[in-house]
């Protein structure tokens, strides 16, 4: 890709260290949103993480890198991304690949274990965000793929009930059903 194209978001993709455009859609949401969705300390899981942006943008608010000085761990976030592709590992993000979405009890097992290790075995978290910008395998058959995007998107809000405070925030983008 040629980083002098005449598209803003490419070339803010090119000269940023993120992996893909879907970052700077989320850093828009966040500053959208009065406070930010994101603060530092929270537990982000994101489903459908491949490539990885959403983890990069969600490990940078969160201080999963430790970019925030805390005197203790208390302000530190967690990170989890879950995909069925493979994708590069991102500082202080814990990455499950093979991961299948549609097995939602695998899902919450690999939380459950991601947050007590991280805690050290204490339950000091619940997920505060589930992010997801996941898309099923497209067929190009509305009758297929319309199911098939549901399924994903009833999964992913079941390991959001199972996991989250009762105020924590769901982002799931959809992409468009409809003929218009």
Known sequence: MDCTSTFRSLRKTCSSS???RSAFKL???NDKISGGIFKPGDIVVDCGAAPGSWCQVASSLTNCNNNFKASNNQNKGLVIGLDLLNFAPLPGVITYCGVDLNNWSECINLINQSISNHFNNNDNGRV???LSDI???VSGMREIDIPAMMTLAYNILRVSLSECNLLSLLCNNLFILFNI
Do not use: G
């Open 128 to 130: 505060d965000i589930v």
């Open 27 to 29: 850093l828009q949401l």
């Open 135 to 137: 898309a099923p395998n």
């Open 18 to 20: 993120y992996r893909c």
